[in-house]
């Protein structure tokens, strides 16, 4: 029995090697089969190219996917105010109260019944209007509440007194009285506004512009506006009663270009790490000149600065409101001596107008300079500066006047020397670094208490605040 078993199981597996030995290879384009082989066919002749056989494999045919094209409809642009920032509200002609020509709208949604818009209203709004009242138009927008009939009568009333010109002055009644908003409440303020009282009372009897408040609840609703009051300073969303210090923050934020042009940069920085003394010897960036400033000779000074300004004007000018204050200590140790003397560089007036460059009305803010800017000197890169100043100072040696009316070059800017005190051909991104350069002999006059001649320091940690 077992034998006969084997011999079927035997013969079993004979047949199966036979049929899989006569099963056909299929090959996949532009493949062909050749003696039981795939061979490749590419300009389709029906022979092999160059008898090139490749492994034998299985045809498995290719499968089509089906993408789905989604037709847009295209959309209307969105609104966009000049900087291109999306503003989420859309100017109207409603009354305001700022400047004309101003571009900055601040708006609000609000609610009569509402006590916050009360507190917002006495609080907050009268200090907003006294500190950039001449920057922005502020408007209000009704936003009644869904729940109190009072509160969209209360809106229609002011609609109709604005018909008459007299928005304002029937806003301010409704805002002092928020739990006397009845009809007969707004009446009563319609004669205390000096309205026209038959035609305020036929426009409120009318609903002459319940369509336009709801209207201007969907605008609020699009714009998200979810409690009351709510305001919007171009595309900044405030949402509720906020402290005034909230307020002035995103106001400072917004208008932050517009505030800088009259209120000027104040700016202030102090030393807080080494400093370092640049000598004479071959420019860095020009080997061709082998005496110069701007070198890579570094010793270190035991030496401390502060500095502050206010970049009131922007233009070279002979009536410059800029100001600056500078002062630089430092301490040389006597040749053989263990003694030490006490330096003192103090700023002591700004030049306000260049010839060969602008001088910024004193100090520059955040400007291009040297390189191959024309500002400055071509023998250090070009850079943005925080700040430049050009100026004279007096340098005091232990108290006692040395030099005076020293041409001086200050400024705060992006890293031009590495961590080796090299300078670089670029300034890097990242990081700041100060110098100050006393010309001296390269300014006409050799500086006297001086070794070189001029004294030129730099540090690369500060503490910087604009």
Excluded at 212 to 227: F, H, P, Q, T
Excluded at 322 to 341: G, H, I, M, W
Excluded at 434 to 451: C, M, P, R, V
Aim: aromatic letters at 12%.
């Amino acid at each position: 029995m077992v034998k006969k078993i084997s011999f079927f199981l035997l013969g079993t597996l004979f047949v199966l090697l036979v049929i899989s030995a006569c099963t056909p290879i299929y090959c996949s384009t532009p493949d062909i089969l050749h003696k039981g082989k795939c061979c490749p066919d590419k300009d389709k002749d029906g022979k092999c190219d160059e008898g090139k056989m490749i492994e034998e494999k299985t045809y498995v045919p290719e499968t089509k996917q089906k993408i789905k094209i989604e037709e847009k409809t295209p959309q209307k642009p969105k609104p966009k105010t000049k900087d291109g920032v999306i503003r989420k509200v859309l100017p109207t002609d409603d009354p305001f109260i700022g400047n004309p020509e101003a571009e900055t709208l601040f708006i609000e949604f609000a609610d009569y019944t509402n006590t916050n818009t009360q507190r917002f209203h006495k609080e907050i709004l009268p200090k907003l209007l006294e500190n950039y009242g001449d920057y922005i138009k502020y408007t209000f927008r009704n936003y009644p509440s869904q729940t109190n009939k009072q509160s969209l009568q209360a809106a229609e009333a002011s609609e109709c007194a604005k018909e008459q010109n007299k928005f304002w002055d029937y806003h301010e009644l409704l805002i002092e009285n928020p739990y006397s908003l009845t009809e007969s409440a707004l009446h009563d303020y319609a004669k205390q506004a000096k309205l026209d009282k038959e035609q305020f009372a036929v426009c409120l009897s009318q609903q002459r512009y319940k369509e336009e408040i709801l209207e201007n609840r969907k605008e609020g609703l699009r714009s998200g506006v979810i409690i009351t009051p709510t305001f919007f300073l171009d595309n900044q969303r405030i949402a509720g009663f906020k402290t005034y210090t909230t307020f002035e923050k995103v106001f400072e934020e917004v208008l932050y270009e517009q505030l800088k042009q009259i209120r000027g940069t104040k700016l202030s920085a102090k030393s807080i790490g080494k400093t370092y003394l640049i000598l004479e010897g071959e420019a860095a960036l020009d080997p061709t000149v082998t005496i110069s400033p701007y070198s890579n000779k570094i010793d270190f000074l035991d030496a401390t600065f502060t500095f502050t300004a206010e970049d009131l004007t922007k233009e070279d000018s002979a009536t410059s409101q800029d100001k600056a204050t500078l002062e630089v200590t430092y301490t040389l140790k006597r040749p053989q001596q263990f003694t030490k003397d006490t330096y003192r560089i103090v700023l002591k007036e700004l030049i306000t107008e260049g010839v060969d460059h602008t001088f910024y009305g004193g100090i520059g803010t955040n400007v291009l300079i040297n390189g191959n800017t024309n500002i400055g000197t071509p023998y250090l890169p070009s850079s943005t500066a925080y700040v430049t100043l050009w100026g004279k100072s007096d340098l005091y040696k232990n108290d006692i006047l040395l030099a005076e009316d020293t041409f001086t070059h200050f400024m705060i800017t992006l890293n031009i020397r590495d961590e080796n005190h090299k300078l670089l051909k670029r300034s890097k991104s990242t990081g700041v670094q100060a110098y100050l350069l006393l010309s001296g002999k390269y300014g006409g006059e050799h500086l006297q208490g001086t070794e070189q001649g001029f004294i030129y320091l730099y540090w690369n940690k500060l503490d910087f605040r604009q």
